[in-house]
């Protein structure tokens, strides 16, 4: 008998080991084991209390573009799987699901457990799964997460506790898609208080998970309180769980160092010795999942020329990036795979001659080329808010320079700056692309024609064959080479100018112990202590 869910795992975490995770391996992982902190347990009860720089854009998770915004939904929600890790291999396991049975490469049978409810105190049963699933699969406003049940056919309530989902075809990015942390798409939500709600919803979120929402406070604060009603036994441990968000990284610091707060969910690299130094405090993070580019609008502007984008991605000296913005912490990004992804990433690349790279004679015979002569003053929308704020882009101007593009820079406030992204209103922004674990998410909905994160507008037809295609094909040496071919075709078009994989930190006050691990974009605190 063909052991379908072993092979799906075996397509996505293929030569992913304990090596590989302590490594970095996802945003927000919090490593117990190897880490130094404590795991005995601890009595239950007390108040954490987080501060937050990343930023939160909606609490309805089939509609956040937002790491920030993931680890909150974390915390209110459950998928029907989630990402487990025992020390050596990460799996996908079931989670509001209680049985997962892969009839064929294109039938998955959920057993629900039984007795759950949403915060709101309906049921969470196959009705609620169904509908849930066919809110991102199919339902208007259309989810940008809708991409990844692109290949779903049909959703069946076998029985009150049994929902069957079938595909047109082998999908082996499923048990990501369907997790409720890095996959957002198979996040159960409630029905009643969708509909009660509308487009509220976001601001009113209803899940099963282990804490329930109290409160947002615009740019000042999100509440949480425990679910006593949790269907893990025993969790959470925690009372209440309240994010303070700050717009200054250093307001941020300045409360993590005085003890105000037991922690942050991303501390910028630039205040890391000087955390590290700090008796109390504890710190986590290397390279993860993640990359770093520069953003040009293809349907536009000067940079709708091919060559003009190319100038771009050739002028920019990542080694000089990556220790004036980033303070020394971070490697040269030559594609968008990061090397979390065993499979798929090359080791040699820097070697090999493929991707983006420094080479100002290159940057400047393709200037030449380009339609528009003389020096361009292209809008590079910024932001202060986040983990490097304007540094980057204050770096590559004088590289820009060299080759007579003199951006200029239009500071806005995030949420502006996130309407002008997604509208199309710029010529260049900044941005960090965060928590994947295989190639379907880092290219796909990013880059793939008419995708909702395609913000460049980029299109290609080949890269569109070869990022489908490689969906479908269990083989990984196949599938790496599609991947290889959808990365080549994108850094020599050049919708974006990449340039490094960042280190993510987390830092925590010594008394904060009992995290499980949970690896790729999550910040779950159902498992915590407080000393």
Known sequence: MVDHKAILTERVLGGLNRRDLMKGLGAGAIIAAGAGLSTRAKAAGGEIRLAWVDHIDTLDPHFTGFLGAVKVHNNIYNGLLKVEYDGERVSFVPDLAETWDVLDE??????????????????????????????????????PHAWKFKALEKVEVVDPLTVRLIFSRPY????????????????????????????????????????????????????LEKNPDYFEAGLPKLDKVTILIMKEASAAIAAVMS????????????????????????????????????????????????????????????????KQAFFGQGIPAYTPISPPMTDFYDKNIAESGRGQRFDLAKAKEFRAKSETKGVIEPIFVVTEEGTYGTRLAQTVLPMLAQIDIKPKLQLVERANWVSRRNSGDFDMFDFNWWADL????????????????NYPGWSNARFDACVDEAQIVLDVEKRKALYNEACDIIMDEAPIAITSHMPVFKIFAKKVTDFRYIPVDSLNLHTVSLA
């Not at 169904?130 to 699969?137: D, L």
């Not at 295989?438 to 994160?453: H, Y």
Request: charged share 20%; glycine share 8%; proline share 8%.
């Open 106 to 143: 294109k039938v998955h049978v959920f057993k629900l457990k039984p007795n759950v409810k949403f915060h709101d105190g309906t049921p969470c049963d196959a009705e609620a799964v169904k509908w849930s699933v066919e809110r991102v699969w199919k339902g208007e406003p259309k989810s």
């Open 438 to 453: 295989d190639p379907d998410e880092t290219l796909f909905p990013e880059f793939r024609t008419g995708q909702a994160w």
């Open 259 to 322: 003890g105000q707060v037991d922690g942050m969910s991303d501390s910028p690299v630039q205040f890391i010795p000087q955390l590290k130094a700090n008796p109390n405090l504890q710190v986590l993070g290397e390279i993860e999942g993640n990359y770093v580019y520069i953003a040009m609008n293809c349907k536009k502007g000067p940079f709708a020329d091919i060559n003009l984008r190319r100038a771009v991605a050739f002028a920019l000296n990542r080694e000089q990036i990556i």
């Open 172 to 223: 082996a990015f499923l048990p990501v898609a369907l997790t409720g942390s890095t996959g957002r798409a198979g996040t159960i939500v409630s029905p009643t208080a969708v509909q009660k709600y509308g487009a509220n919803f976001g601001r009113n979120p209803v899940g099963t998970g282990p804490f329930k929402f109290v409160s947002w406070r615009e740019n000042d604060s999100v509440v």
